[in-house]
C-alpha cells in the first residue's frame, strides 16, 4: 500500500503528462519521463498483448528514441499531417510500490480527438497505461509508459502518442 501522498504525485505526474500532450508541449511529454537510458514508452493494442506479439503503433524502447519522436513530432513532420486536438481522461485504478522508490500503476484512460479545421470531436481511442513510475530528484518520472489500447482501428492516424 503507498501512500496518499505518493497517490497524489502519481495522479499529477499523469495529469502533467496528458497536459502536455493535450497542448502539444512535446518536450513537456519528454520531460515526464526518467532522465535515464532505459527510460521508454510503447503503444500497443490488447489483442497484441493477449497474443503475446511484441507488435506496437509506437515503440520508442529508450531515452534516445524519446527524443527522437519530439523531434520528428516537431520538426520533421511539421506541416505534414492535418493536425488534431486531444484530451486525455485518465483514471488510477491501482498503485503498487514494487522496489524502494518504483511504482507500478495501472490506469484507465480515454482520449477524444478533434481536427483543427472541422470541430467535430470523437473518440480517438480507450485502454490502459501500465507504467512504472520512479522518482527522480525531488518528484517522480515515468521510467516505463506503455499504453495498451482497446481500440483495434483507430479512426485516423496518430502522430502524437497516446
Known amino acids: 500500500m503507498v501512500s496518499i501522498d505518493i497517490e497524489q504525485a502519481i495522479d499529477r505526474l499523469q495529469a502533467r503528462y496528458a497536459a502536455a500532450l493535450d497542448g502539444k508541449r512535446m518536450q513537456g511529454w ?21 497474443a503475446k506479439l511484441p507488435v506496437a503503433l509506437m515503440l520508442d524502447d529508450n531515452r534516445d528514441r524519446l527524443a527522437d519522436r519530439v523531434t520528428f513530432v516537431q520538426k520533421v513532420w511539421a506541416g ?20 524502494d522508490g518504483v511504482f507500478e500503476v495501472n490506469s484507465n484512460f480515454i482520449v ?3 481536427p483543427e479545421e472541422s470541430g467535430d470531436s470523437r473518440l480517438l481511442v480507450c485502454g490502459a497505461y ?11 518520472c515515468f521510467l516505463h509508459k506503455r499504453a495498451v489500447m482497446d481500440t483495434i482501428v483507430l479512426p485516423r492516424y496518430v502522430v502524437y502518442p497516446i
Open 30 to 50: 519528454y520531460d515526464s519521463f526518467a532522465a535515464r537510458p532505459d527510460s521508454s514508452y510503447v503503444c500497443t493494442t490488447a489483442e497484441n498483448v493477449a
Open 80 to 99: 505534414t499531417f492535418q493536425d488534431y486536438r486531444t484530451r486525455h481522461l485518465i483514471q488510477r485504478l491501482e498503485c503498487e510500490e514494487s522496489a
Open 112 to 114: 477524444t480527438f478533434t
Open 130 to 140: 501500465q507504467d512504472v513510475v520512479v522518482r527522480e530528484g525531488a518528484g517522480l
